[in-house]
C-alpha cells in the first residue's frame, strides 16, 4: 500500500511538471503570433466582435481579443497599461489622459458613430412611442412617473398607456454610453441639465434598476415589465427591442436608425485630438454619439506593426462592416486625419 | 551499519525525540540489512524540516500580504471619511462622495434572511441523517445529496435563480404584496429580482453547511444521554426535540455561524439575482446591492485612489466580519465535538 | 403483564407524527431546489451540447448561422486550474505536514494555522481583488498565470487544513514505530505517514480542485476573458465560469443557450470531481 501510494503520488506530480515543462515551448511557439488585448466600451461591441473575427480571417498572424467591460472599465485599464488599446464612448478628459501608464502618450482613434435608443418593455404599448427631449429628460429626471403621465399622453394620442409606475433602468458600471445619453438629454432639457448632469455615472434619482453593460440593460428591460432604458442601436434592434421616436430640434419625432444617425453626424466638426460630442444635433436623430478605440503613442517594437496594421483595418475595411450593424462610420477626411497621426506620432519605445 | 550511527547523531543535535529513543548499541539485536538509501535520506532530516518550514513560512505570508495590500489600498477612503463611512448612504462616485450603509444593509439583510430560511431546514435534514428515524441506508444518500448542493458553483446557481426561480417565485412575491402590504417588509411592488429573492438563493447555498456540521454535533453527542431520556420514556422525538437538541444547541450555533460566514461573501449568486440598486428600503420585495456585489460591479472600472479605497474600505470591513463570524464559530463548534 | 405495555398517549402521538411531518417536509424543501437545479440545467444545457461547444469559438453577439461553441473555455478552465493545483498542492501539503509533524502546538504553528483559518474567510472577491494587484498590475495585462494563482489562494487553506486533519488522523504509534526502526523524519513522513493519509489528501485536493473550478469573481479581474484560443499563459484567457456569468447577463439567446450548455459542463465536471473523492474515501468511518 504504501509503496503504491508514494508511486503513485510521485507520478502525478512528475506527469503534470512534466506536462507543464513540454506545453510551455508550445505555448512560446504561438505565442510567436502576436496578441493585442483590448477592452471597454459595451457600445460598439457587438460592432467589434466582428471586426476581432473579420480582421482574424484577414491577418492569421495577429490575434485581436476585446472585453467589453464598459467605457469606464477600458478607460482605467488603459491608465493602468494592463490592455494594448482601450474603448470609450466618452473618450477621455485632459486629466484622465495625463494619468496614462508611463506617459506613454494618447492617440483617440473615432471608430464608428451610433445611436442609443430609449427602449421600454410596455405591454400594449407598441413601438415608436413619441417623446418630447422634455420627456425624456423629466422621465430620466425622475419628474415623470407614471406611464399615462399627461406629457407622454399628448403626443401619443390614441395609445393605450397602461397606468403603472415607470421602471427606469440605468448603467451599473462607469458607462460612456451613459455619457452620450446624459449629454444629449441635458443639451435639450434643463431640467435633466439641473437635476441629473452629464456624466459617466451619475447619481440617478429614485433609484433605477441597473444593468451591468448595455447587454445587462437591454436584458433587464426585457424581463422587467413596464421598465424604460436606454440601449444602443444595435443591441436593442437584435433582440427586438420596442424603442422610442425621439423628438429632435426640428420638431420632428425620429425613430433611431442608420440613416438618421448619419443625419445626425453630417455636420459635426472633428477637432484636432477627434475628440467631439453633439449634445443636440440639427437633424436626425438626437441621442447620438461617436465612440473611440485610446492607442497609445508608444509601443513596444514587437507589437507596433500589430497595433498599426489593426488601426489601419479598422479605419478601412473595417468601416465597411458599420452599416450592416446600424452604426455610422468615420468621415473620409477625418479618418486620412487619424492616419496621418497614426503613421506620425505613434512609435517603438 | 556505520553510516545509520552517523543519521543518529545528527538526527539528535535537532530534536529530543529522537534522543529518546535512539538505541543503546548492547540491545540493538542484529538486525536485518534496512532498505537501500532514497533521495529522502540523502537530503537530510534537516532540509525536509527546512523545506516544510518555508512552505508554512510562505503559505502563512499570503493572508498577511492580503490584508496589507488591502489595507494600503483603503486608506485613502479610510483617512478621509473615517468611522463614519459606515452610516453614509450617499454613494456618488463624480462627487467622490461615498458612503457604505446601502450595501452593508444588503449584505446584512440578505444573509439574515437566508439564515432564517436555511437553519430550521439545515437542522432537519441533521436530524433525519443522524437519528433513527429513517431507515439506516437512506441516511447516507440523503446526506450526500445535500452536501452535493454545496459542491454546486455559486454562478450557477446565480443562473438557475435568474433564470427559473424568479420567473417561479413570482407569483408568489405578488401574492405577498398584494396581501400583506400593510407589513413594512412587503409594502413594494415587486418585479423580479429583490432582497427576498437573494436571502432565498443564499439559504439554499448555506443548507449543507448547516446540516453537515449540526449532523457532526448530533453525532458527537454521547449515546448515554439518549439512553438516559429513554429509560425515563421519552419518545424518540420527545428525546430529539428535548434532549439532544438542547445539548447540541451551541453546536448549532456555531454551524449558523460558518454558514452565515458563507453567505456574507457571497458574489455571483447574489449580484444575479437582487437587482444591484444602491437603495436601502424596509421592503424586502425591493431589490437591493451587498459589498461582493457592488465590488463585482464597480471594482473594473474604479480608477480614482478614493473610488478605490472607498471599495476596498468595504472589502476590509466586510473581510473582518466575516473574519470575525468563522472564529466564533470555529470555537463554538470544536468545543462541542471535544467536549461530547 | 400487560401494564407494561400501554400504548402510548395520543398527545406524544401527535407529537411524534408533527414531528416527523414537519422534519421530513423541511428535508424535502432542502432537496427541491438541487433536483429542481440539476433538472433544469439538464433540460436547459443539454440540448445546446453539441459537437461545435467542444471546437468552436464563441460567435460574436448577434450573429447567426455561425458555428459557435466554447472550446476556449473548456481549455482555459482546465490551465487555470491545473496552474492553481501546481501552485497548492505541493505548497499546502508541505505546510500540512509542517504543522502536524514538526511544529504541531508551536506558536509558530499556531499563527500559521490562524493565518491560514484567516486566509479561508477571504470572500472570493477579494482574493480576486489580491490577485489584480499582486500579477496583474505588475505584469502590464490579463493573464491565465494570474487567473490560475488566483484559484490556488482560493485552493490553498482547504488544501493545507484539511491535509492537517487527514495527517493528524494517523496514529502516532506508527511514527514511533517507524523512528524505532530507524527512519528519520524524511523517511517517515513520506513512507509511512503521507502514505497512511494518501486517500484522505487526495479527497481534500479533488475537494478543493472541484471548488476552483467553478469559482468565477477570483478570474473577473485577473483572466478576464477572451474569445480566442489561449495563447500562452501571459494572455487573458476564457473559462467556463466566466463564460457563465457574461452570457446568463446577455440579452442575445444565443449566449444564453451557450451559458447553459456550459453550465452542464461545468456542474458535471464539479459533481464528478466530488463523487472521484468521497469514492477514494470510502472505506473511512471518521465519526462513530
Redesign the interface.
Known amino acids: 500500500m504504501g509503496l503504491n501510494a508514494i508511486t503513485a503520488r510521485r507520478a502525478f506530480t512528475v506527469s503534470v511538471v512534466t506536462l507543464a515543462v513540454s506545453v510551455t515551448p508550445l505555448f512560446a511557439a504561438i505565442a510567436q503570433a502576436v496578441t493585442l488585448n483590448g477592452a471597454g466600451a459595451t457600445f460598439p461591441a457587438p460592432l467589434y466582435e466582428r471586426y476581432v473575427r473579420e480582421f482574424k480571417s484577414k491577418n492569421p498572424d495577429t490575434t485581436v481579443n476585446y472585453q467589453a467591460i464598459g467605457s469606464g472599465g477600458g478607460v482605467k485599464q488603459f491608465q493602468a497599461g494592463s490592455v494594448d488599446f482601450g474603448a470609450s464612448d466618452s473618450a477621455m478628459t485632459d486629466e484622465q489622459m495625463e494619468k496614462v501608464d508611463r506617459n506613454r502618450g494618447t492617440l483617440l482613434v473615432p471608430t464608428a458613430a451610433g445611436a442609443v435608443t430609449v427602449a421600454y418593455n410596455a405591454p400594449g404599448v407598441p413601438a415608436g412611442l413619441k417623446l418630447t427631449q422634455a420627456a425624456v429628460g423629466e422621465i430620466f429626471g425622475g419628474k415623470i412617473t407614471k406611464w399615462n403621465d399627461p406629457a407622454i399622453a399628448k403626443t401619443n394620442p390614441g395609445v393605450n398607456l397602461p397606468d403603472q409606475a415607470i421602471k427606469l433602468v440605468v448603467r451599473a458600471d462607469g458607462s460612456g454610453t451613459t455619457f452620450v445619453f446624459t449629454n444629449a438629454v441635458s443639451a435639450a432639457s434643463s431640467f435633466f441639465r439641473g437635476k441629473i448632469g452629464v456624466s459617466t455615472a451619475p447619481k440617478w434619482a429614485a433609484n433605477p434598476l441597473t444593468g451591468k453593460g448595455n447587454a445587462g440593460v437591454a436584458a433587464t428591460v426585457l424581463q422587467t415589465p413596464n421598465s424604460m432604458g436606454y440601449v444602443e442601436l444595435a443591441s436593442a434592434k437584435q433582440n427586438n427591442m420596442t424603442f422610442a421616436a425621439v423628438q429632435n430640434k426640428k420638431g420632428e419625432f425620429v425613430t433611431p436608425s442608420l440613416q438618421t444617425t448619419n443625419e445626425a453626424l453630417a455636420n459635426i466638426k472633428f477637432p484636432a485630438n477627434f475628440r467631439v460630442f453633439e449634445g443636440n444635433p440639427a437633424s436626425g436623430y438626437p441621442i447620438v454619439g461617436m465612440t473611440w478605440m485610446l492607442v497609445y503613442k508608444t509601443y513596444e517594437a514587437d507589437k507596433l506593426p500589430a497595433v498599426k496594421q489593426w488601426i489601419k483595418w479598422v479605419l478601412s475595411d473595417g468601416q465597411k462592416i458599420n452599416p450592416t450593424l446600424d452604426y455610422g462610420v468615420v468621415p473620409e477626411p477625418v479618418i486620412q486625419r487619424v492616419l496621418q497621426q497614426l503613421e506620425a506620432s505613434v512609435k517603438a519605445q | 551499519m556505520r553510516p ?1 550511527r552517523a ?1 543518529y547523531f545528527f ?1 539528535s543535535r535537532l530534536t529530543q ?2 534522543e529518546a ?1 535512539e ?1 543503546t548499541q548492547s540491545n540493538l539485536p542484529q538486525r536485518s540489512p ?1 532498505p537501500t538509501e ?1 533521495w ?2 540523502q ?3 534537516g ?3 527546512g ?3 518555508l ?6 505570508s ?6 496589507v ?2 489595507f494600503k ?1 483603503a486608506r485613502p477612503a479610510i483617512a478621509k471619511f473615517g468611522l463614519a463611512f459606515l452610516w453614509t448612504q450617499e ?5 467622490s462622495l461615498f458612503g457604505a450603509l446601502p450595501y452593508i444593509y444588503g449584505t446584512l439583510v440578505s444573509s439574515a434572511i437566508a439564515l432564517f430560511l436555511a437553519l ?3 437542522v ?2 441533521a ?2 441523517t443522524s437519528e433513527k ?1 429513517l431507515p439506516e441506508g437512506l441516511q447516507t444518500p ?1 446526506a ?3 452536501e ?2 454545496a ?10 435563480g ?3 426561480l424568479i420567473p417561479a417565485l413570482e407569483p408568489f412575491q405578488q401574492f405577498l404584496y398584494s396581501h400583506f402590504k400593510w407589513i413594512p417588509i412587503f409594502n413594494t ?1 415587486p ?3 429583490s432582497m427576498l429573492m437573494a436571502g432565498v438563493v443564499l439559504a ?1 447555498m448555506i ?1 449543507p453547511t448547516i ?1 453537515a456540521i449540526s449532523r ?1 454535533v448530533f ?2 453527542i454521547s449515546q448515554d444521554l439518549r439512553n438516559g431520556a429513554f429509560a425515563l420514556g421519552a ?4 428525546s ?2 428535548f434532549i439532544t437538541l438542547p445539548a447540541a444547541a451551541s453546536g448549532i450555533f456555531g454551524a449558523a455561524s460558518l454558514a452565515l ?1 458563507r453567505a ?5 449568486a447574489v449580484t ?1 439575482v437582487i ?5 436601502i428600503s424596509t421592503s424586502l420585495l425591493n ?1 437591493g446591492n451587498s459589498i ?1 456585489a457592488l ?9 480614482d485612489p478614493l473610488h478605490i479605497g472607498a471599495l ?1 474600505y468595504l ?1 476590509l470591513m ?2 473582518l466580519v ?2 470575525a463570524v ?2 466564533i464559530a ?1 470555537v463554538l463548534v470544536r468545543t462541542l465535538t471535544r467536549n461530547a | 403483564m400487560s401494564d407494561l405495555f400501554a400504548p402510548l398517549p395520543p398527545s406524544k402521538k401527535l407529537f411524534n407524527v408533527a414531528m416527523s411531518v414537519t422534519a421530513f417536509a423541511l428535508s424535502a424543501l432542502a432537496l427541491i431546489p438541487l433536483l429542481a437545479m440539476l433538472g433544469a440545467i439538464l433540460s436547459k444545457g443539454v440540448p445546446h451540447l453539441t459537437a461545435d461547444v467542444f471546437t468552436q469559438l464563441p460567435a460574436p453577439a448577434g450573429m447567426k448561422d455561425v458555428p459557435s461553441g466554447f472550446a476556449n473555455a473548456i481549455i482555459g478552465t482546465g490551465v487555470m486550474v491545473a496552474i492553481a493545483a501546481g501552485l497548492s498542492l505541493p505548497l499546502g501539503i508541505l505546510t500540512a505536514i509542517y504543522l502536524s509533524e514538526f511544529g504541531k502546538n508551536s506558536t509558530f504553528a499556531n499563527a500559521v494555522r490562524m493565518l491560514v483559518t484567516i486566509l479561508s474567510a477571504a470572500p472570493s472577491i477579494v482574493v480576486g481583488v489580491f490577485a489584480y494587484g499582486v500579477l496583474v498590475l505588475p505584469l502590464k495585462g490579463f493573464s491565465a498565470l494570474a487567473g490560475g494563482f488566483a484559484l490556488s489562494v482560493i485552493m490553498l487553506p482547504i488544501v493545507t487544513l484539511a491535509t492537517e486533519e487527514s495527517l493528524k488522523l494517523v496514529p502516532n504509534a506508527q511514527r514511533l514505530a517507524s523512528a524505532a526502526l530507524g527512519a528519520g523524519y524524511g523517511r517517515t513522513t513520506l513512507r509511512i505517514v503521507l502514505a497512511r493519509a494518501f486517500p484522505g489528501i487526495l479527497t481534500s485536493s479533488l475537494l478543493a480542485i472541484a471548488r476552483a473550478a467553478g469559482e468565477t469573481a477570483p478570474l473577473i479581474f485577473t483572466a478576464l476573458f477572451s474569445q480566442n484560443w489561449l495563447e500562452g499563459l501571459l494572455g487573458p484567457s476564457a473559462s467556463l465560469s466566466v463564460l457563465i456569468y457574461n452570457y446568463a447577463s446577455s440579452p442575445f439567446v444565443d449566449q444564453n443557450n451557450l451559458a447553459w450548455a456550459a453550465a452542464v459542463m461545468l456542474v458535471g465536471i464539479v459533481v464528478f470531481t466530488n463523487l472521484l473523492a468521497r469514492w477514494v474515501t470510502r472505506n473511512r468511518q471518521t465519526t462513530r
Not at chain 2, 151 to 160: E, K, Q
Open positions: 545509520y543519521l538526527r525525540m529522537t529513543l538505541p534496512v532514497s529522502v535520506s537530503f537530510g532530516d532540509g525536509f524540516r523545506i516544510s518550514f512552505a508554512a513560512l510562505l503559505t502563512a499570503i493572508p498577511f500580504w492580503m490584508c495590500l488591502i489600498d454613494w456618488n462616485i463624480d462627487q430550521p431546514i439545515g432537519a435534514v436530524i433525519i428515524v440523503i450526500f445529496l445535500v452535493l448542493i459542491a454546486i458553483p455559486s454562478v450557477i446557481v446565480g443562473l438557475w435568474r433564470f427559473i411592488q418585479f423580479g429580482p439554499i443548507v446540516a457532526e453525532l458527537a419518545t424518540q422525538w420527545e430529539i426535540m460566514g456574507l461573501g457571497e458574489t455571483m444575479m437587482g444591484n440598486v444602491n437603495e431589490p461582493p465590488l463585482a460591479n464597480q471594482f473594473g472600472e474604479a480608477s476596498m472589502a466586510l473581510f466575516t473574519l468563522n472564529a470555529a
